[in-house]
């Protein structure tokens, strides 16, 4: 038994209404990742100088020794890019990511977030990487972020992003923070919800794309561009909340890169021309995460991918008329939270029929009882079969067309060894009996490959019953 542990599916075709408060079309979320004075520095503890987000092109860390030149970068983002930004966002809702150890050695620029009415999120304790850490290394260091924020703001964080993460961060974080959210994930335009360890951790999604980090890593040359793609991407999520289906536009910024000033002229356009349009809601992502809990808190249903073997094979053995092994083999493959839907869960189940041996996949054709046949008058059909044939009206025939059945079920049993097969679900009783006048013409190879599309239709629409389409 494999479990493929990454969702590819998300919400799929439909997505969630966001229904932002006011009826706004999008949400308009503003990230300042406050780092400054908490990374990478010998004098700070650490092996090596930072080389991370800076504007020297191909950075590398300075083992055990300062690095004059990548300290005043990041000293120019508190010192004078910080108070530009606070400056042209001090009247909106923002979000800090704030780094303790950073937080900590900058108590105006605090007292001036607080001021302005920003959430202070945390960015961890020190900005560094993770991935190379212990597990029991990096708990504590979630653990004191989240002392030493409090002392340093006078609460606790209600929100989480790492940024340098390792795989067990999200984890990590979500056992030791009881957070609002955590939002080390760039993998949706909306919230979600995550199980981890017994509990359901909302999750608000951050961005790399809509974020001046892009100027360190040279894909962006001039303020210009970085304006070019947030309007972009204002427009693009605007027309989609226009059409029923709004979602949240997240911005990522730091004091140090979009400070300057030349790109900071930039932000101030590209926020004018978001103000300059009805129905945007400028929110913290605290705002969006309690909004996102109270609209659409978790639900917990059961998951085809998390059962045990019997519950698996007790819920989805009979998919397949009395062929249990379809479900047997589909719960020892790689199943996923992509296979939680019908649609999912189908394919699974429909790739080990169509790898079976032709003998067990004519078994599986031949367990199906004739349409309005013996077994039916005997009331002798599976519940599913029984709803089925019921659903089109073949629990209810006229003697005429009771003997219809009768003589096509003969001729087309007498002819290819199987009965025939169609997804009543689809049909009435007079386009099912002209698809069994048509079909008993065809020859066995043409009509085997019919019987077995049905079968599968059949297995999915039973699923879809079953699991909501």
């Given at each position: 038994?494999?479990?493929?542990?990454?969702?590819?599916?998300?919400?799929?075709?439909?997505?969630p209404?966001a229904?932002?408060?006011?009826?706004?079309?999008?949400?308009?979320?503003?990230?300042?990742?406050?780092?400054?004075?908490?990374?990478n520095?010998?004098?700070?503890?650490?092996?090596?100088?930072?080389?991370?987000?800076?504007?020297?092109?191909?950075?590398s860390?300075?083992?055990?020794?300062r690095?004059?030149?990548?300290e005043?970068?990041?000293e120019?983002?508190a010192?004078?890019?910080?108070?530009?930004?606070?400056?042209?966002l001090?009247?909106?809702?923002?979000t800090?990511?704030g780094?303790?150890?950073?937080?900590?050695?900058?108590?105006?620029?605090?007292?001036a977030?607080?001021?302005?009415?920003?959430e202070?999120?945390?960015?961890g304790?020190?900005?560094?990487?993770h991935?190379?850490?212990?597990?029991?290394?990096?708990?504590?260091?979630?653990r004191?972020?989240i002392?030493l924020h409090?002392?340093?703001?006078?609460?606790?964080?209600?929100?989480?992003?790492?940024?340098?993460?390792s795989m067990n961060t999200?984890?990590l974080?979500?056992?030791e923070?009881?957070?609002a959210?955590?939002?080390d994930?760039?993998?949706?335009d909306?919230?979600?919800?995550?199980?981890?360890?017994g509990r359901?951790?909302?999750?608000?999604?951050?961005?790399l794309d809509a974020?001046?980090m892009?100027?360190?890593a040279?894909s962006?040359?001039?303020?210009?561009?970085?304006?070019?793609?947030?309007?972009?991407?204002?427009d693009?999520?605007?027309?989609?909340?226009?059409?029923?289906?709004p979602?949240?536009?997240?911005?990522g910024?730091?004091?140090?890169?979009?400070?300057r000033p030349?790109?900071a002229?930039?932000?101030k356009?590209?926020?004018a021309?978001?103000a300059?349009?009805?129905?945007v809601?400028?929110?913290?992502?605290?705002?969006?995460?309690?909004?996102?809990?109270a609209?659409?808190?978790p639900?917990?249903?059961?998951?085809?991918?998390?059962?045990d073997?019997?519950g698996f094979v007790?819920?989805?053995g009979?998919?397949?008329?009395h062929?249990?092994?379809?479900?047997e083999g589909?719960?020892e493959?790689?199943?996923?939270?992509?296979?939680?839907?019908?649609?999912?869960?189908?394919?699974?189940l429909?790739?080990?029929?169509?790898?079976a041996?032709?003998?067990?996949?004519?078994a599986v054709?031949?367990?199906?009882?004739?349409?309005?046949?013996?077994?039916?008058e005997?009331?002798?059909?599976?519940?599913?079969?029984?709803?089925?044939q019921?659903?089109?009206g073949l629990?209810?025939?006229t003697?005429?067309?009771?003997?219809?059945f009768?003589?096509?079920n003969?001729?087309y049993?007498g002819?290819?060894?199987?009965?025939?097969?169609?997804?009543?679900?689809?049909n009435d009783?007079?386009?099912?009996?002209e698809?069994?006048?048509?079909?008993?013409a065809?020859?066995?190879?043409?009509?085997?490959?019919?019987a077995?599309?049905q079968?599968?239709?059949?297995?999915?629409?039973?699923?879809?019953?079953?699991?909501?389409?």
């Open positions: 038994m494999t479990r493929y542990p990454r969702d590819l599916t998300g919400y799929g075709a439909t997505p209404a229904r932002w408060p006011g009826g706004a079309r999008i949400a308009v979320q503003i990230v300042l990742n406050y780092e400054e004075g908490g990374e520095n010998i004098l700070h503890g650490d092996a090596a100088s930072e080389a991370f987000l800076s504007e020297i092109p191909g950075a860390a300075w083992q055990g020794q690095h004059w030149n990548m005043s970068i990041y120019y983002g010192r004078a890019g910080f108070w530009r930004l606070h400056r042209l001090k009247d909106l809702p923002v800090v990511y780094v303790a150890t950073a937080l900590a050695r900058s108590p105006l620029q605090v007292a977030m607080q001021e302005a009415g920003w202070i999120a945390s960015h304790l020190k900005w560094v990487e991935k190379d850490m212990s597990e029991a290394e990096e708990r504590a260091q979630i004191e972020a002392r409090e002392v340093v703001t006078g609460a606790a964080p209600r929100g989480w992003y790492t940024g340098r993460c999200v984890r974080a979500a056992e923070g009881d957070f959210y955590i939002a994930s760039y993998a949706d909306l919230p979600y919800w995550v199980r981890i360890g359901d951790q909302l999750i608000v999604p951050y961005t974020n001046d892009r100027f360190s040279g962006l040359a001039t303020g210009d561009q970085f304006e070019s793609y947030l309007r972009d991407s204002f693009m999520l605007y027309e989609e909340g226009a059409a029923g289906a979602k949240m536009l997240s911005i910024l730091h004091c140090r890169l979009i400070g030349g790109r002229a930039a932000l356009r590209v926020l021309y978001f300059g349009h009805e129905g809601w400028f929110a913290t992502r605290e705002q969006i995460a309690d909004h996102w809990a609209l659409h808190p639900v917990q249903a059961p998951r085809p991918s998390a059962m073997r019997e007790t819920a989805f009979g998919i397949y008329e062929s249990p092994w379809v479900a589909a719960f493959s790689e199943l996923g939270a992509g296979h939680d839907t019908a649609p999912g869960l189908h394919s699974a429909a790739r080990v029929f169509r790898e041996p032709e003998e067990r996949r004519l054709l031949t367990a199906h009882p004739d349409l309005a046949g013996k077994l039916a005997a009331k002798r059909l599976t519940a599913e079969s029984t709803s089925e019921a659903s089109a629990n209810a025939l003697d005429g067309e009771r003997a219809a009768t003589e096509l003969e001729t049993t002819k290819f060894g199987f009965p025939f097969i169609i997804a009543v679900r689809d009783k007079g386009s099912i009996l698809a069994f006048r048509r079909r008993i065809n020859d066995r190879p043409t009509e085997l490959a019919e077995a599309r079968v599968e239709r059949i297995a999915e629409l039973r699923l879809m019953e079953k699991l909501g389409a």
